[in-house]
């Protein structure tokens, strides 16, 4: 039954007045209606709406908070990667002109070129979210995740009264994700904590704290009772809209079709320009309605940005610029060592506790014994602490004049704390490392972790406390014991059922199918992350010629300098090293071996490729892993400079995109013929 006219004239009126107060608050900081009214106006349409159900639609204010709690949080694989971006270590004017420095020679422009411009932004104390939007209405956010995957939080961001159920005006583009900070203002914060105090409940250590865990809560009516608010910094994928010259017309663009943009942001011209800007805000940064650790500066030009690209996972045309961070008193109580996955002894400061930044600080890495050297730290010490770059504790001074009679320097143990073996230390490195290798139990347990992790083999299931039970029972002592492991030794385990030993099973040997690339990665060599075991993989083509390679040879892969070179050299040159490898080779561990070729040979070279559906055989992981093991790039979304789109079922959009734009399209027999894998 239709509800009356009226009612639904009241119920649009109602809607279009609550959305308008929320914008006015929320997005422009200048509310005009009472909160007594706003409560009034909510209540009414309430009422309307539960009279008459049919005027319920999607986008009504009213709609914001999910019924029922949530049982967990689905995760979701981002269509374009949420990065993070390098962060200038100098608070000063310096980290601007170094930025500015670092974009100009990787522009080669000389020095009386004009100045880059860049846009200047905020650096939000929040959570990076995700928001996409298809033809125009909210249908999903996600938190940033690994970058890579996130959490469906979408539930709870619909509570956030600052974020748009659905984009102003008409000509929406067919798909939008917009990215963004959810954050909590300062007097919200203060509100809230007064009303906590009053219950007798804990109190939020920071907005921030309080932040992330409202916006990844199971029962999204707890997130709606708490007044959470929303900027947008950016986009990641988009269909169907126009092409836009800058960051600052990108944003500009966003503003206009009612999504939320903070207003302090400018175009500022080169390392001047940018100066001004962090001073300026600096200066202003108590006086800000929310928390910032920071300004963000972007190359402002889209197709700059381009050229410049990215670097391992971050863009090198972007950079946060951070604040002097706080800083309090406390005495050094005692001095830890702690030994890392390669071996590296790590002195750690046991403070005082001390409130600094938000948080209550105990203890401060110490780094090294020339770290400790350079301070002239004594245990017994008062130390002034600073939370680096507002995250990690530091100890920046000591203050001799308050140093006790009871005093006592520091010395670095001789034998390892873990495992007793002797300390060493090269003449050229500043640390010193247990020279126990797989044989410390600290080392073994990292290692093992390491080498199982999802970048690596990918063992799933195979975490901390199982790990701990293995190393400590005896059952594992390096990567290969792994491969050795059955059901029945898995199943005798503390909380571990005959289904849970099986699965664990299961996923080590499956783990056996790897690439070149996560194997190296997996073995913890110092100095070689993901990015430098791809180029390694790619460069050398299989593991016996990179095991075979000297320094020299090891130099000609790209990045590697004479210290990483040293670095996997030392790991392959160590008997025990190439033992554990023959091990694990012995048991089965395999990948598809690829001819060595020098970066301009790659087959697959300067071509981008974009994958959308659901192939039969080949995941999107590995058709991304064996594309790039050729020298192609995997990029997010179809652009005119998208070479081949590679379509399973169920291709959506992208394949669309293609076909207006006269981009080949592959089936997965197609890709595998391209890659010389035909079946």
């Known amino acids: 039954m239709a509800a009356p006219r009226a009612a639904a004239a009241r119920a649009a009126k109602l809607r279009e007045e609550i959305e308008r107060a929320n914008h006015q608050y929320y997005v422009l900081d200048a509310p005009t209606l009472p909160d007594a009214e706003y409560d009034r106006l909510f209540r009414e349409l309430q009422e309307l709406e539960g009279v008459h159900p049919e005027l319920v639609v999607p986008s009504s204010p009213t709609q914001r908070v999910s019924g029922a709690p949530r049982e967990d949080l689905p995760k979701v694989r981002h269509a374009v990667a949420m ?3 390098r962060t200038e270590t100098d608070s000063g004017p310096g980290g601007a002109i170094a930025f500015d420095a670092r974009i100009r020679r990787e522009l080669k422009l000389r020095p009386e070129d004009s100045p880059v411009e860049y846009n200047a932004e905020l650096k939000f104390d929040g959570i990076a979210i995700s928001l996409r939007y298809e033809n125009g209405a909210l249908v999903r956010a996600t938190t940033r995740g690994d ?3 996130g959490e469906d939080v979408t539930p709870n961001v619909r509570t956030i009264r600052s974020v748009p159920l659905r984009l102003a005006g008409n000509a929406h583009p067919a798909v939008l994700e917009v990215r963004g900070e959810v954050f909590m203002r300062r007097d919200e914060f203060e509100k809230l904590n007064e009303r906590q105090r009053a219950s007798g409940e804990k109190v939020f250590v920071n907005p921030r704290n309080a932040t992330a865990g409202f916006v990844r809560q199971l029962n999204a009516r707890v997130t709606a009772s708490r007044p959470l608010s929303f ?4 986009v990641g994928e988009i269909v169907g809209w126009e092409s836009l010259p800058t960051q600052s017309a990108v944003l ?6 009612g999504v939320p943009v903070s207003a302090e942001r400018c175009a500022a011209l080169g390392a001047e320009g940018l100066i001004a800007f962090h001073v300026r805000i600096a200066g202003r940064r108590d006086q800000l309605p929310f928390d910032i650790d920071g300004v963000v500066y972007k190359v402002n030009r889209l197709d700059l940005q381009g050229s410049l690209g990215f670097v391992s996972r971050e863009p090198r045309w972007a950079c946060a610029h951070k604040f002097p961070a706080q800083e309090e008193l406390t005495r050094v109580q005692g001095i830890e060592v702690q030994v890392g996955r390669t071996g590296k002894l790590t002195p750690v400061a046991k403070l005082e506790p001390v409130f600094v930044g938000g948080v209550t600080v105990s203890n401060a890495t110490l780094h090294n014994e020339g770290f400790i050297r350079s301070l002239d730290l004594h245990i017994g010490d008062t130390v002034i602490v600073r939370r680096a770059g507002d995250v990690i504790p530091q100890i920046v001074a000591v203050l001799p004049d308050r140093r006790p009679a009871s005093a006592v320097a520091f010395e670095m143990p001789g034998h390892c704390p873990v495992c007793g073996s002797a300390v060493v ?3 050229e490195e500043k640390d010193h490392r247990c020279a126990g290798g797989l044989y410390c139990p600290a080392q073994r347990k990292q290692a093992l972790l390491h080498f199982a992790s999802r970048r690596a083999m990918d063992i799933e299931g195979l975490g901390d406390k199982l790990v701990d039970q293995l190393v400590e029972q005896g059952l594992v002592r390096n990567p290969a014991d792994l491969y050795r492991l059955g059901t029945e030794p898995l199943a005798g385990l503390e909380r571990m059922g005959e289904k849970s030993a099986f699965n664990i099973a299961e996923a080590i040997r499956k783990s056996r199918d790897t690439t070149l ?3 190296v990665y997996a073995l913890g060599i110092r100095n070689v992350g993901e990015a430098t075991a791809r180029d390694l993989a790619q460069h050398f083509g299989n593991l016996d010629a990179l095991m075979a390679a000297d320094e020299a040879a090891l130099q000609q892969v790209a990045d590697v300098g004479p210290v990483v070179a040293s670095s996997i050299a030392r790991f392959f040159g160590e008997p025990h090293n190439r033992e554990i490898v023959k091990q694990l080779r012995q048991l089965g561990v395999r990948w598809p071996e690829v001819k060595a070729r020098g970066p301009v040979e790659l087959p697959l070279a300067g071509r981008t490729f974009v994958l ?9 992981e590995e058709a991304r892993e064996r594309i790039e093991a050729r020298g192609g790039k995997v990029a997010a979304s179809v652009s005119k400079n998208t070479d081949y789109v590679v379509a399973g079922t169920d291709p959506g959009a992208k394949h669309r995109r293609a076909q207006e734009l ?11 013929k391209l890659l010389g894998e035909e079946t």
């Open 83 to 85: 990065l993070s971006i």
């Open 147 to 149: 970058g890579e995957v």
């Open 231 to 234: 900027y947008a910094y950016g």
């Open 252 to 257: 500009d663009a966003l503003a206009g079709i």
């Open 425 to 427: 230390r090269d003449e």
């Open 517 to 519: 690339a996560r194997f």
């Open 612 to 620: 959308t559906g659901s192939m039969p055989r080949l995941t999107r």
């Open 662 to 672: 006269g981009i080949a399209i592959l089936d997965e027999d197609g890709l595998l």
